[in-house]
Structures are given as structure tokens and as C-alpha cells.
């Protein structure tokens, strides 16, 4: 059993759900002057992260141009209009309420723990569900405190994006950095865990400068910490691989305990082996590996990637099925965001080119030659293209699409960007009597 669960059937007598998410009251936290031990509430706040793993693969590929939809009303992800209110049951209902659990239980650990290593663990969750959250729906309700009001609805009124970034998504992660170590133990968060997620928190603020120096911490530091990336990229994945040199962060999985999603189905979805999507995989990821391989070069990660024939993704093996983890944040992303950030500071093609070296000498291409790709923007494209290929079906395509500004470009669309958001789930506005709003366009 996975070192997350060590504690986790104990850990789940603590959390019960009710009629509103922020409004959980964990009976067994009643009174946390008596608790002297936090680590089931710990685990519980990492074990909430399931339910955002199958959400969040399908936002991030479904919604974009590697993955798509057969069965009707789920093509509505590649329709930019309000018909994706209907998916509240099957995914963003469940994304919401186990996020808002993940925080409650931080929020726990936070208070009351005092154990510095628990409380910048928690202080990493709590900021990871916030990331989720803002980036998935933008403004968003914020409850700090780990026995919320449940009369006093202010607490649900959405604060803006910005506020949510300011006050809590990046202190949370700068005391994290400062409370944990840089080696990963048993899978839990770390220092360059919490520095690889303010990277990209920065990245996606377009704060670029703040964004290189935690990248670079974590790019010049990983090797020392054991973290590097895998001489083979098809042993990153599968349930024998869990956890490997090349992982920073993932959410850890086990088959034997259901989630708010029911059971984490990721690797079903890109499969094809959900009736919604059997064949799912878009045409254009196909035309993206054909460019890469122009030259008459394999990409390596093809293979591994998509599966032409069947018209999906093989890249999670039907071994091992639902106990496939899900990798949050992983080297080979973090070194290409950090080729992002000096590209944008201004360096040269030379310098942000070389990040991307090891990575397509793994797959098995050239390095890019900086007098031909000799501009800003045509770095740039480099990375984003690169991006594509490397992560593909790990839920990054459509998050990187709107923080880059180019969904429209990449997408062969217009799109309002009220689009760019999610609806928020119907019976979140309802339960609170309308104090939570609904998205603009939804």
C-alpha cells in the first residue's frame, strides 16, 4: 500500500460530506484541542486530490486539440458555449467539492498542527487546490479556517482571481518552501515541489522574472535531490513507475478507496475505453508528431503517446488500470517552463534552446539549432511545441493554451474568453442561495 494511505482509512472517519463544500464541519475536528496527531487529517487533504485527477485530464485535454469526445452531449468540450453547464455531475461537482475538502482538512493541519514539516505539506495542498480552482473557474470562494461558519454565507461570495493568487496561493507555497526539505519522501511534497508549483504559478500570472528563479532552483538542484529525468520515456508512466526519479509530484492512486469522482478513470478516458469517447484522439496531435518527425527522425514518444490504429492513447497501460497515479508536476515540464522563462527574460536562442536538449535527445530527435529558430518568437513556438509533444494526455494542454494566449491560434477559432473558464456547478450556486455566482457566458 502506497505511503499516503498509510493512514488514510483512519483518516476518512474524519471528513463527512453536507449540502455546501465550504460549509463542512468534520465532526471528529469538532474540538481540535483534542487531537494531538495530525497525520489522518494530513492524508486526508491528499487524498481530496483524487477528485480533481479525471477532471482535470479532461478539461486539460478534451477541452484542447489532443483528445475529443464522441458520444453526445460530451463533444460540448470542443464547443465554446454554454452547453457545458450539463457536465456538473460528471465533472465539475466533484472537482469542486474535493477541492474545497482538500483545503478544509489543510486548513486543519494548518491551525493546529505543530509539526512544521505537516503544516508546509498542508501549506502545499491548500495551494494546489487553490491553483486548481482559480485556473478551472477564476474567481473563487475562499475559506481560511478549519471549522467555517455554517450560518454566515459571506464566506461564499467568489474573491477575485488576483486575491486568491496574492494572499494565499503564493504565501502558501513560500512558507511551504520554507518548512520543507528538497528531498521527496514517500511521495509527499517537497521544497522543489512547492518551488516547481510558484514557477508555474508565476508563469501563469506572466510574472516571469519571480517565475526563473524558482524554476532554477529547481532545475540546478533536482540531480542533487535524486530527481532526474528517465533514460526511457515510456518508463515514466504505468503503475510500475510510480514514483520515479522523474516525478516531483504526483497524486498517489489506490483502486481500493473510491473518491468524489467515484474512482480516478483518466487513463480509461484516453484509452478509449469509455463509451463517451472510444475513439479519442484529435487528428491534429497526429499532425503535431508528423511535423516533429519532418526532418525523418522517430520521435520516441510517439509510441508511447498515441495509438493511430485505435485512435487513442496507450501511454497509461490497461495494467494496473485505476491504480495509475497521477503525475502533478514531473522534471522534463519544469525544465521546459524554466526554457520559457529566459526565453521571455530575454536570453538567447542558444541558452533557452540548450534546456530542451536532454528531452529531445530522449525522444530521440535533434536538438533545435538557434540559427535557424534565431528570434524570441520562434523560441517560443519551440517550447509550446515541444510542450505539446512531451505532455501529452497529463492534462496541460489547455491550461498552457490560455496562459499563452494562443487557444484561438492553436484552436483554428474564435473563441469568447469567457470559454476560457468552466461553469461553476449549478448546485454550489443553489445551495448557497445565489451568494456564488455563476461564470459570465454560463
Given amino acids: 500500500m502506497k505511503t499516503v494511505y498509510k493512514y488514510l482509512l ?3 472517519l474524519l471528513i463527512t460530506a453536507c449540502d455546501s463544500d465550504l460549509d463542512q464541519v468534520p465532526p471528529n475536528i469538532a474540538s481540535t484541542d483534542s487531537l494531538t496527531n495530525f497525520d489522518g487529517v494530513l492524508n486526508a487533504a491528499y487524498f481530496y486530490q483524487h477528485g480533481s485527477v479525471t477532471p482535470m485530464a479532461v478539461m486539460g485535454d478534451f477541452r484542447a486539440d489532443n483528445a475529443l469526445m464522441d458520444e453526445e452531449p460530451f463533444p460540448a468540450f470542443d464547443r ?7 457536465m456538473e455531475d ?6 469542486y467539492t474535493a477541492m474545497y475538502k482538500s483545503i478544509l482538512s489543510a486548513n486543519n493541519v494548518i491551525d493546529n498542527s505543530i509539526d512544521e514539516t505537516q503544516v508546509g505539506e498542508a501549506k502545499f495542498l491548500r495551494a494546489l487546490s487553490y491553483f486548481k480552482l482559480v485556473r478551472v473557474f477564476g474567481d473563487v470562494p475562499v475559506n481560511l479556517s478549519p471549522t467555517p461558519s455554517t450560518t454566515d454565507t459571506s464566506i461564499l461570495v467568489r474573491e477575485p482571481l488576483e486575491d486568491v493568487y496574492n494572499n494565499i496561493i503564493v504565501p502558501d507555497l513560500m512558507d511551504a518552501i520554507a518548512a520543507l526539505d528538497t528531498e521527496i519522501v514517500g511521495g509527499r511534497a517537497s521544497r522543489y515541489a512547492a518551488q516547481s508549483l510558484l514557477g508555474k504559478v508565476y508563469m501563469t500570472r506572466g510574472d516571469f522574472g519571480n517565475a526563473e528563479t524558482q524554476l532554477a532552483a529547481v532545475v540546478n538542484g533536482a540531480a542533487a535531490a535524486g530527481i532526474q529525468l528517465q533514460a526511457d520515456y515510456a518508463d515514466i508512466f504505468g503503475v510500475d513507475n510510480d514514483l520515479n526519479s522523474e516525478v516531483i509530484f504526483a497524486t498517489q492512486i489506490s483502486s481500493s478507496i473510491s473518491d468524489e469522482y467515484g474512482f480516478s478513470e483518466f487513463w480509461s478516458w484516453y484509452g478509449g475505453l469509455d463509451t463517451k469517447a472510444l475513439m479519442p484522439l484529435d487528428s491534429d496531435l497526429i499532425a503535431a508528431y508528423d511535423a516533429s518527425e519532418a526532418g525523418g527522425d522517430t520521435d520516441l514518444r ?10 487513442s492513447s496507450p501511454k497509461y497501460p490497461q495494467t494496473g488500470g485505476p491504480d495509475h497515479d497521477w503525475i502533478e508536476i514531473r522534471l522534463a515540464d519544469v525544465q521546459l517552463l524554466y526554457a520559457e522563462t529566459l526565453n521571455e527574460n530575454g536570453a538567447t536562442p542558444a541558452v533557452s534552446l540548450a534546456e530542451l536538449d536532454d528531452i529531445r535527445t530522449r525522444a530521440g530527435l535533434p536538438v533545435l539549432d538557434p540559427v535557424t529558430i534565431n528570434t524570441q518568437a520562434l523560441v517560443r513556438q519551440s517550447i509550446q511545441d515541444e510542450r505539446r509533444l512531451e505532455l501529452a494526455f497529463e492534462g496541460h494542454r489547455w491550461f498552457d493554451l490560455v496562459r499563452t494566449g494562443t ?4 484552436m483554428g477559432e474564435a473563441i469568447n474568453s469567457d470559454y476560457f473558464l468552466f461553469p461553476i456547478p449549478i448546485s454550489e450556486i443553489l445551495a448557497s442561495g445565489g451568494v456564488i455566482t455563476q461564470n459570465p457566458g454560463y
Fill in 80 to 86: 465554446y458555449n454554454a452547453e457545458l453547464t450539463v
Fill in 90 to 95: 460528471q465533472f465539475f461537482g466533484p472537482f
Fill in 302 to 311: 510517439r509510441a508511447v503517446n498515441i495509438d493511430e490504429t485505435l485512435l
Fill in 10 to 12: 483512519g483518516s476518512l
Fill in 407 to 410: 487557444a484561438e491560434a492553436e
